[in-house]
């Protein structure tokens, strides 16, 4: 049974830093594309980071290049994803997820989800 289950969200003031992690289960986290998603009030969700199984590759989107780093420990079987010089319009609920039959983590469905772990910054 595929699960995720993200932690390490809360309120921070802006300039801080976060890790949030996500600890997997069901499937191998070496050779899975994983990522990180975000849905800010009001808003879409948004795809923040990845990273391919075998390679390791990693993507980010746009605004948060240089401040976000997604890593992960196979042998924990965790997923993690460091914020640094967190902004206000980093505030939403971030959701760890697996695209289970897939290797690379671009441009792919993914079809399992953790509950989101909420993230707030605001002074």
């Known amino acids: 049974q595929v699960q995720l289950v993200e932690s390490g969200g809360g309120l921070v003031q802006p300039g801080g830093s976060l890790k949030l992690s996500c600890a997997t289960s069901?499937?191998?986290?070496?050779?899975?594309?994983v990522g990180w998603f975000r849905q800010a009030p009001g808003k879409g969700r948004e795809g923040v980071s990845c990273?391919?199984?075998?390679?390791?590759?990693?993507y980010y989107t746009h605004s948060v290049k240089a401040r976000f780093t997604i890593s992960r420990d196979n042998a924990k079987n965790t997923l993690y994803l460091q914020m640094n010089n967190l902004k206000p319009e980093d505030t939403a609920v971030y959701y760890c997820?697996?695209?289970?039959?897939?290797?690379?983590?671009?441009?792919?469905?993914?079809?399992?989800w953790g509950q989101g772990t909420p993230v707030t910054v605001s002074a």
């Open positions: 997820a697996t695209a289970i039959h897939f290797d690379t983590c671009v441009d792919v469905q993914y079809d399992y």
């Open positions: 990273i391919s199984g075998s390679d390791g590759s990693t």
């Open positions: 069901g499937f191998t986290l070496q050779s899975t594309a």
